[in-house]
């Protein structure tokens, strides 16, 4: 009983111990296989059935189908070679799921030997690695792309030992540092030999100061030079973080961890821009300085063509006032001439006229009475070309009826005189309060009338004397009649000519004066007229 007994204890504790052996291997392998004692097929192994898709009965499947086409051939090796030493295997590759599915696994596999150490078959286990050897792969991508942008940005890896004063260079660190050595630690004074004397105290501050159990271990940015073997000088950018370790009084710092970057092209750079800014300052000063002195020069220009301006509108004036003046003494000398002609020379010539006639009744002088009367003829002859003069000189009419009627005299005196048919159109209005107005339109009437007889080539002309009318000054535009305004025109249908490019030629000596005097009366006078199209004067004077 008790044998019995001892024997059902220890098939019962074997069987619990293979059930808990069997659920350990389920829970973390994927699949669970036996082979045959070559090790070439799978037998007895439903769960890679299940997993792998490829069946497994009476018949004997070879297991290798099931590896991946890139991996068999290491696989097969191994597994070989294993076989051939009685050895453990041990190898990961790619299993091809019943999904279609590649996944990753580690296959474990340990041969069961006989009573004499002879295999009798391999028992073995993939377990699942995908997902580490996702992470793997993009773990080993990361470090590729890290390592291509550090190699892109020339930026290098350091750190200094407290304790042993070393600092651990990478490749690129050395590269940058132009160390030529391939030891990875080199001795802190021969790192700081190599940062220019002037920048020296700034990067061992900055140690200092990263180091220092109180403070938060932080290298702040720094930029330095390194002086190469060549003596060239390169420019780096250095930070970095401490690494400490305890608390209170007993923080120490165990690791100062940095980065070096090359920054030589950047201040290259920087330095090219703050040269071009000091140079565009000094431009743009001495641009100022030629603006300042042009604007002083363009000042005093206009100060001295200001003077002359007002030298030359006093000038002007001047000429405009002698002009005027000698306008005037015109006038006035006209006026005494007619009054001489009329008051003198025509008494003078009248009482010869009644001494000639009364020789003419002595009967003394019979034998001359033909020579008398020529002598008679040539008097009245005289006497109405004085009389002629007189009236043109001063027409009465002007003085007595006023400007419309004394150019209404004018068109009949036109006709007599010159044969031109003058068409006269006045507003009875039109007539200038002062004398000095009148006689000055009047004058222009003439004048405009004599130019159309000596230039135009024509028989008629056309004459306007009108008042504007009144208006909204609103509407007014600069340059046109004001309101009240006397405008006088003359018109002819003659062969004309340039106004603008035969002005000079086309203004007589009378028009300059006729020119001055309307100005000075705050008037103006303006001519156009084209070749073959006629002429237009237009006097506008101010009430």
Request: hydrophobic share 40%; net charge negative; charged share 25%.
């Amino acid at each position: 009983m008790d044998k019995s007994a001892g024997k059902r204890a220890i098939a019962e504790a074997l069987r619990e111990s293979e059930q808990r052996f069997r659920a350990l291997v389920e829970g973390i392998a994927l699949v669970v296989w036996e082979t045959d004692v070559s090790g070439s097929t799978v037998v007895q192994s439903p769960n890679w059935q299940a997993v792998t898709g490829l069946e497994v009965d009476n018949i004997q499947v070879p297991w290798i189908e099931a590896v991946h086409p890139d991996d068999r051939e290491v696989v097969a090796q191994q597994w070989q070679a294993c076989i051939h030493h009685k050895q453990l295997f041990s190898c990961e590759y790619r299993l091809k799921c019943q999904n279609q599915v590649w996944r990753w696994t580690q296959a474990h596999a340990a041969p069961i030997l006989d009573s004499r150490g002879q295999p009798t078959k391999w028992v073995g286990m993939n377990v699942d690695i995908t997902e580490r050897k996702t992470a793997e792969q993009k773990l080993i991508k990361n470090e590729r792309q890290m390592s291509l942008a550090l190699d892109i940005t020339r930026m290098g890896f350091w750190s200094l030992n407290p304790a042993t004063k070393e600092v651990r260079m990478d490749a690129r660190m050395r590269g940058v540092w132009g160390e030529s050595s391939d030891e990875e630690l080199v001795p802190l004074p021969v790192v700081m030999a190599r940062i220019h004397p002037e920048d020296r105290p700034l990067a061992a501050e900055s140690v200092n100061a990263a180091l220092n159990p109180n403070s938060s271990g932080y290298y702040k940015p720094t930029d330095y030079r390194l002086i190469q073997d060549d003596g060239s000088i390169r420019w780096v950018a250095a930070n970095g973080m401490t690494l400490y370790a305890g608390r209170g009084e007993q923080r120490q710092a165990v690791e100062l961890f940095g980065t070096v970057l090359d920054i030589t092209h950047r201040k290259l750079i920087e330095d090219s821009l703050r040269e071009s800014e000091e140079r565009l300052q000094q431009l743009n000063a001495e641009l100022e300085d030629r603006v300042r002195d042009r604007t002083q020069e363009l000042v005093a220009s206009e100060a001295r063509l200001r003077a002359t301006a007002e030298l030359a509108e006093q000038s002007s004036r001047e000429m405009r006032r002698l002009a005027l003046e000698l306008s005037r003494a015109e006038e006035r000398e006209r006026r005494r001439l007619a009054q001489i002609l009329h008051d003198h020379v025509q008494q003078l010539l009248v009482g010869a006229k009644m001494r000639v006639e009364a020789l003419q009744a002595d009967a003394k002088y019979r034998d001359a009475q033909k020579r008398l009367v020529g002598v008679v003829t040539v008097l009245d002859m005289a006497i109405n070309a004085t009389r002629t003069l007189a009236v043109a000189l001063v027409p009465p009419v002007l003085q007595t009826h006023g400007l419309p009627t004394a150019l209404q005299w004018l068109a009949v005196h036109i006709r007599d005189q010159h044969n031109i048919l003058v068409d006269v159109e006045v507003d009875q209005s039109a007539n200038p309060g002062s004398e000095e107005a009148r006689d000055l339109l009047f004058q222009a009437a003439r004048e405009f009338l004599l130019n159309v007889i000596k230039h135009a080539g024509v028989t008629q002309a056309r004459l306007q004397l009108t008042r504007a009318a009144p208006r909204d000054t609103t509407d007014q535009v600069a340059g046109e009649t004001a309101d009240g305004d006397i405008v006088l025109v003359v018109t002819d249908c003659g062969v004309g000519f340039d106004s603008q490019a035969g002005a000079a030629s086309q203004t007589s000596f009378g028009l300059f004066h006729l020119r001055e005097r309307i100005t000075a009366l705050g008037g103006r006078l303006e001519m156009h007229s084209q070749p073959g199209q006629g002429t237009r004067v237009t006097v506008r004077l101010p009430e």
